[in-house]
């Protein structure tokens, strides 16, 4: 999984703190209890689904989920499935 998070990093710049920006420890752990607790049959769903979570911690604005499944139940495909989600956020 790839995350990738658009929100305004220039107070954090100018600053230095942390409360100046989004704390990753959030985001990671957001991540991680979905994966964990999630109970989908795609990995679009699964997708869409941290998008949400996401575009509902403070500050962020945007998102993507890259997701990838290695081992893709398809018969004579030894490759990996790759669905990449972008999500704007509302306001």
Known sequence: MDLTLWLDLAPAG????IKDTLDYRQAIDT???LIA???VSLVEKLASAI???LLKLDRVERV???LSKPAAPIPDFGGTITIDITRPGVG
Do not use: F, L, T
């Open 51 to 53: 998008a949400d979570a």
């Open 64 to 66: 993507q989920v890259r």
């Open 31 to 33: 991540v991680k209890q």
């Open 37 to 39: 607790n999630s109970k």
């Open 14 to 17: 100018e600053s230095d703190d």
